[in-house]
């Protein structure tokens, strides 16, 4: 059988072993106590992670988000915490099984397994440097190599030959094996070495399943590979410097994203360059701005390089104890050596006004060259956009397991040109179960 669609035994074990760890090491389905809260609506837990030291600055850990990117600092960061000698280590969980139905004569139907499963160990050195060794996993990979069905969706490959076109593709088994060493500079300055196989360079704002704004969805952005899609790269080392609530790094790293062999890690040349400026200044606001130079992203176009830069803003304001509105504004620009310049734009929103309750949305507008690309021939540009909205509700089974019922509804909005491709408003839709560990 093709292994792109079955797992070897090593990494079947390797899954086992990463589930298997975090329901042991947190005791996940201990009963949980009654949430205790401060004067300002903060849970125990939620002081607890604000007043942690980050892994790569003298900044709360809560501004830490995917790779090396930045997130506000009054985030909500949950996970279930031990302590293993010198080493604290913290491990979390998101789950979906999804029932996905896309509209029209380019939709379809297909119900499959998404999330993914992080643990990440820290420890401090007697000279205060600090070590982080991280790893995150994805059942993505069981869904085969085609992905999910959602209109609109491009990139990437799930036979080495044809373009995957209103699919979203399935992200690696796994997806980050990385570690980090900061050294202190001063009362207010690092610098740190960020390695990974896989890892994310410093490209674009945080990957969106890490973003609060969106994270309780299961569908990817129509935009993923403007904004984020360097998140999974085979191959990639960040030197960074911190002073306080400003941030420069630089990567250099493998260009080329992953192919369909999802079961694999696929290491290549560091050929590519990426730098990112970030800037927090305000508890509730992280902003940042990058630029790359990545050299043959698409394996059904190793010739062609692309220059791609991104702008983005997350706010996230604390509603009280675990309840939250945070929004992230995007803008991500690439243009390929031989091709178009393209653009595209999101704004998102989450809310999460009881501890039980998340409503999402997102808009987005992209130009897009590879809806119509069948056989090698080029596509015309398209000007698309798209609108969703969803809600989950959670049940808390104990102190660190939630499993939830969501849907959301998605509507597709397409230049007249496309109407016979596409049909009349195509819309989406999705309806989902999550088991959530944190």
Request: some cysteine; proline content about 7%.
């Amino acid at each position: 059988m093709d292994d792109t669609m079955v797992p070897s035994a090593p990494m079947i074990s390797l899954v086992v072993s990463a589930v298997a760890l975090m329901l042991i090491s947190g005791g996940a389905f201990a009963a949980a106590p009654a949430a205790s809260t401060d004067e300002d609506g903060a849970t125990a837990e939620q002081q607890h992670h604000m007043g942690m030291s980050a892994a790569l600055g003298a900044y709360p850990m809560t501004r830490e988000a995917s790779g090396t990117a930045w997130q506000p600092d009054s985030s909500v960061h949950g996970g279930v915490d031990i302590e293993a000698g010198e080493w604290m280590v913290m491990s979390h969980a998101r789950l979906n099984a999804v029932y996905d139905r896309q509209q029209g004569p380019r939709g379809d139907d297909k119900t499959f397994a998404a999330g993914m499963v992080m643990s990440e160990a820290t420890r401090a050195l007697a000279s205060e440097d600090v070590v982080r060794i991280r790893a995150m996993l994805s059942p993505d990979p069981l869904m085969g190599a085609s992905g999910y069905p959602l209109l609109l969706a491009t990139g990437e490959t799930a036979n080495g030959r044809d373009p995957l076109i209103d699919h979203q593709h399935p992200h690696n088994l796994v997806m980050e094996l990385s570690g980090s060493f900061s050294h202190p500079l001063g009362s207010e300055d690092n610098a740190y070495l960020y390695a990974g196989l896989p890892g994310e360079p410093a490209c674009g704002p945080p990957a969106f399943m890490h973003r609060l704004s969106i994270l309780d969805s299961p569908e990817a952005p129509i935009s993923h590979h403007w904004l984020d899609s360097t998140h999974i790269t085979n191959g990639v080392v960040t030197l960074g410097y911190v002073h306080s609530i400003f941030k420069l790094e630089a990567s250099r790293f493998h260009g080329r994203e992953p192919d369909q062999y999802r079961y694999r890690i696929e290491p290549g040349p560091l050929d590519s360059t990426a730098a990112r400026f970030s800037w927090n200044p305000a508890q509730t606001l992280s902003m940042q701005v990058s630029w790359a130079r990545q050299i043959s992203p698409e394996q059904l176009a190793p010739r062609e390089d692309e220059t791609r830069s991104s702008a983005s803003a997350i706010y996230t304001e604390p509603l009280g104890a675990n309840r939250y509105w945070s929004t992230t504004a995007a803008y991500g620009y690439r243009h390929g050596s031989s091709g178009p310049r393209l653009w595209a734009y999101l704004i998102e929103s989450a809310v999460k006004p009881t501890d039980l309750w998340t409503i999402f949305a997102r808009f987005e507008r992209e130009t897009n060259n590879e809806l119509t690309d069948f056989g090698g021939q080029s596509s015309p540009v398209y000007v698309v956009a798209k609108a969703s909205v969803g809600a989950i509700h959670d049940w808390r089974i104990s102190e660190h397991l939630q499993v939830g019922l969501g849907a959301l509804y998605a509507f597709n909005f397409l230049p007249s040109s496309l109407t016979p491709l596409y049909g009349h408003d195509p819309a989406g839709m999705m309806a989902f179960a999550r088991l959530k560990v944190e």
